[in-house]
């Protein structure tokens, strides 16, 4: 979740998202049934049940059937470009979704 605070007051398009790789991120592999979804939310923190935390319907803004990953370390920043882009409306908190099918990391260790 990114607090409106943090984006400003105007509204505008969101066309792309990047997310750090963490230090046990695998350096390659498919990522398969990539998707990424944003929304809005009016919480100012996070509830236990993820579903419960968008103020309405969250937006898929990629779909990646099969995705490959390589080359990636840690702390390296990976980008996404997003197949629809998402209008954040310039008040409510910004709230993103990952997620994707494969192997599991270890328990405490699985980052992107």
Request: aromatic share 12%.
């Given at each position: 979740?990114?607090e409106a605070?943090?984006?400003?007051?105007?509204p505008?398009?969101v066309?792309a998202?990047?997310?750090?790789?963490?230090?046990?991120?695998?350096?390659?592999g498919?990522?398969?049934?990539?998707?990424?979804t944003?929304?809005h939310?009016?919480?100012?923190?996070?509830?236990e049940t993820?579903d419960?935390n968008?103020?309405?319907s969250?937006v898929?803004?990629l779909?990646?059937?099969s995705?490959m990953?390589?080359?990636?370390v840690a702390d390296q920043?990976i980008?996404?470009?997003?197949?629809?882009?998402f209008e954040w409306?310039?008040?409510?908190?910004?709230l993103?979704?990952?997620?994707?099918?494969g192997?599991?990391?270890p328990?405490?260790?699985?980052?992107?």
């Amino acid at each position: 979740m990114v607090e409106a605070a943090e984006l400003g007051s105007e509204p505008f398009s969101v066309t792309a998202v990047s997310f750090n790789a963490g230090p046990f991120s695998d350096g390659q592999g498919p990522y398969n049934d990539l998707s990424i979804t944003m929304g809005h939310t009016e919480l100012k923190s996070l509830t236990e049940t993820f579903d419960d935390n968008w103020s309405s319907s969250g937006v898929e803004v990629l779909y990646e059937p099969s995705y490959m990953l390589s080359g990636v370390v840690a702390d390296q920043w990976i980008t996404f470009e997003l197949d629809t882009p998402f209008e954040w409306n310039g008040t409510s908190n910004l709230l993103f979704e990952l997620t994707w099918s494969g192997p599991s990391a270890p328990s405490g260790q699985g980052s992107i």
